[in-house]
């Protein structure tokens, strides 16, 4: 017995000494060196983050399990370590700037079986992503991604909440902010991205991921003690139409089957400081996979006159509003009169199922819009427009039609997430645009395919027809969440503006929640390549003078300062295009006063075109203030703000 003891630990001490001499800590630091990551390799793979000497993540295991048993991550022997650095411009035509720099520092550990982690630091953040060197496919069983916080912090996290088919992953990808603590969040609910975690005032870490393609989408789900640890749907097996939707009936086993050698998704943190970095951050950019498109002079930016949140409720007019020619000449002689760009052609146009079922002369439409130079765009469902994408992206370009607004996906599983990227490069090839609607987080996919000018993925003013949730309090939240993952199509432009008390879902008239100025500042506020203007011609023309300010209001910018902000409860931005700036700001239902600083004007005079809440905004939702005075940058505004209510300026240099 005492020889058989003795045999059992000299078997065993080996072994414990190879792990002991396989365990490496690394570390890579941010280009300023506020931001550290540790990376612990052996048994396992760790990673911790800290900012200035704060814990921002504790150390939390990376892993990805494949159909073979085999999980990379575990076990791990370090074939080669190597730093980089970057430092690059990138030129972003269509976006919130004109460029964007790339500066970061890079550790790329090289394991045993022909994989990658790849961890990059940037000043405002840090990512990692698993690459794989194999030939053939790979069937991946789940990816352990785990973010471990030191303390029980509050995170303001989107839940799913309507998801349809009894299936958590299909959902429209539209909630309000839950603000809780981590222990408090039940363990059956799903959060998807973006999330942000208050881990000490004034920081705040929000968690995204970046360049997803053909690979599900994210979300965050309780773990043990004070973290939150990635979930991802199942690959589809069995899906069905129901009413509008195409949904999944059975899943299978795995997340995901995709090539062998390949990038996979980064797993970001950003972190802030203050509040209104995180409503001017560059991440998506940064991380996604550069353009495919070299050329961009067709991907024309700009703004739409929108027919299905009015419910095509004009009048004054001598003819029976629809669906129907005279209906959308209408809508083209108001976009024209107003100098934007587009009309859309919402749903009802066509069969949901068969974009070649038509119940509309299309083509008299698009002739009449290239009269009048505003270009037509197209919706139709997901499922209907993937039956034969090819073919009908060939039939309406030749047709003169400029995109689609694509609608109903409600699912970010690997097999829509490919589709996406499929439909967006069948669409580069045919000069279309596309706006996904119903739409998960973009997540880079604008700059990799400018194209998809649009995404929506956000709990917009669509939401008023028919519900009563709690909007400005919202508005005052995305800045600093939701729009971190790329542009968002919240379709604002309510000319029925209603106080709290005022507020009721009314469908062919609706209102928005807030005043008037809360909405005009929404066209500086809200990323968005393509803007709609929500509300009917007839109301815009009673309202010329709001109308006027905001047809004005570029939709891609050369430069953007976030000026102030909290999340939850007001923000303020400016934005610059040529010689002109343009700012917003917009609170909660909280009235507000605040202090915006022109500094970021620089030189020269300028003539400031003002629009405030009235007096009586707080009784009355429509009641504004216009005013026109000459500003430098050495001035101070002092604005009011009433109960939902907002502040819009032009700057216009003299």
């Given at each position: 017995m005492k020889f058989k003891v003795s045999l059992v630990v000299c078997l065993m001490l080996p072994l414990s000494i190879v792990f002991a001499q396989t365990a490496k800590t690394y570390q890579v630091k941010s280009p300023d060196g506020k931001i550290s990551i540790h990376i612990s390799t052996g048994n396992t793979v760790s990673w911790s983050v800290e900012h200035e000497g704060t814990d921002i993540i504790k150390p939390s295991e990376i892993s990805m399990t494949l159909n073979?048993?085999?999980?990379?991550?575990?076990?791990?022997?370090?074939?080669?370590?190597?730093?980089?650095?970057?430092?690059a411009v990138i030129n972003t035509p269509i976006y919130k700037r004109s460029s964007v720099q790339d500066n970061y520092n890079q550790l790329s550990l090289a394991f045993k079986g022909d994989y990658s982690l790849i961890f990059r630091v940037y000043n405002d953040g840090a990512a990692y992503r698993f690459a794989t060197q194999r030939k053939g496919d790979l069937t991946i069983i789940n990816e352990g991604?785990?973010?471990?916080?030191?303390?029980?912090?509050?995170?303001?996290?989107?839940?799913?909440?309507?998801?349809?088919?009894?299936?958590?992953?299909?959902?429209?990808?539209?909630?309000?902010y839950d603000n809780t603590n981590i222990s408090k969040i039940k363990k059956d609910t799903l959060a998807f991205l973006p999330v942000l975690v208050d881990v000490g005032s004034p920081k705040k870490v929000a968690?995204?991921?970046a360049d997803l393609q053909d690979y599900p989408g994210m979300y965050l789900t309780p773990g043990q003690g004070n973290s939150l640890h990635g979930v991802f749907a199942k690959y589809p097996t069995e899906e069905a139409v129901l009413r509008i939707n195409y949904v999944v009936k059975k899943r299978a086993d795995y997340i995901a089957k995709t090539a062998g050698t390949r990038n996979f998704p980064w797993r970001v943190l950003v972190i802030s400081t203050e509040d209104k970095q995180l409503a001017d951050n560059d991440m998506m950019q940064r991380l996604a996979e550069p353009s495919h498109i070299t050329d961009y002079s067709w991907i024309k930016p700009g703004k739409v006159a929108w027919d299905w949140w009015n419910d095509w409720n004009v009048s004054h007019v001598g003819f029976k509003s629809g669906i129907n020619v005279p209906t959308y000449k209408y809508y083209i002689d108001f976009a024209a009169a107003n100098k934007l760009e587009y009309i859309i052609i919402?749903?009802?146009?066509?069969?949901?199922?068969?974009?070649?079922?038509?119940?509309?002369?299309?083509?008299?439409?698009?002739?009449?819009?290239?009269?009048?130079?505003?270009?037509?765009?197209?919706?139709?469902?997901?499922?209907?427009?993937?039956?034969?994408?090819?073919?009908?992206?060939?039939?309406?370009?030749?047709?003169?039609?400029?995109?689609?607004?694509?609608?109903?996906?409600?699912?970010?599983?690997?097999?829509?997430v490919r589709s996406l990227y499929e439909v967006a490069a069948i669409g580069a090839k045919h000069h279309m645009l596309i706006d996904y609607h119903g739409m998960y987080k973009p997540s880079g996919m604008q700059r990799t395919w400018p194209n998809v000018i649009n995404c929506e993925g956000v709990k917009g003013m669509e939401n008023m027809k028919w519900g009563t949730d709690n909007q400005p309090d919202y508005d005052v939240s995305?800045?600093?969440?939701?729009?971190?993952?790329?542009?968002?199509?919240?379709?604002?432009?309510?000319?029925?503006?209603?106080?709290?008390?005022?507020?009721?879902?009314?469908?062919?008239?609706?209102?928005?929640?807030g005043t008037r100025a809360h909405q005009?500042?929404?066209?500086?506020?809200?990323?968005?390549?393509?803007?709609?203007?929500?509300?009917?011609?007839?109301?815009?023309?009673?309202?010329?003078?709001?109308t006027d300010f905001i047809a004005a209001i570029p939709t891609v910018f050369d430069a953007t300062i976030a000026l102030d902000g909290k999340v939850g409860e007001y923000v303020s931005i400016?934005?610059?295009?040529?010689?002109?700036?343009?700012?917003?700001?917009?609170?909660?239902?909280?009235?507000?006063?605040?202090?915006?600083?022109?500094?970021?004007?620089?030189?020269?005079?300028?003539?400031?075109?003002?629009?405030?809440?009235?007096?009586?905004?707080?009784?009355?939702?429509?009641?504004?203030?216009?005013?026109?005075?000459?500003v430098t940058a050495k001035d101070k505004l002092n604005i009011k703000m009433a109960s939902g209510g907002g502040w819009a300026a032009r700057f216009e240099k003299e």
């Open positions: 073979n048993g085999e999980v990379l991550g575990k076990n791990v022997i370090v074939k080669k370590a190597v730093n980089t650095t970057g430092n991604a785990n973010f471990n916080f030191k303390d029980d912090d509050k995170a303001f996290l989107p839940f799913v909440q309507d998801y349809r088919n009894k299936d958590k992953f299909n959902t429209s990808f539209e909630s309000h968690i995204l991921e919402d749903e009802g146009w066509s069969d949901d199922w068969d974009l070649n079922k038509t119940k509309l002369d299309v083509q008299a439409v698009v002739d009449y819009g290239k009269q009048k130079n505003v270009g037509v765009i197209l919706w139709s469902t997901w499922y209907g427009m993937t039956r034969d994408c090819e073919g009908f992206m060939d039939k309406y370009e030749k047709m003169g039609v400029k995109g689609f607004k694509i609608d109903f996906i409600d699912r970010d599983d690997q097999k829509m995305i800045p600093f969440i939701r729009m971190m993952a790329g542009p968002m199509d919240y379709t604002p432009g309510a000319m029925r503006n209603a106080t709290k008390e005022a507020f009721r879902p009314v469908n062919s008239n609706p209102m928005s929640q005009l500042a929404m066209y500086t506020i809200f990323e968005a390549p393509l803007q709609m203007l929500s509300d009917n011609p007839t109301a815009y023309m009673r309202e010329k003078e709001s400016a934005r610059k295009k040529g010689n002109t700036w343009y700012a917003g700001a917009m609170t909660s239902w909280s009235p507000r006063e605040l202090t915006v600083d022109l500094s970021f004007l620089g030189e020269g005079q300028y003539k400031a075109t003002i629009f405030e809440d009235g007096i009586n905004a707080g009784k009355d939702g429509t009641d504004y203030t216009t005013k026109t005075i000459t």
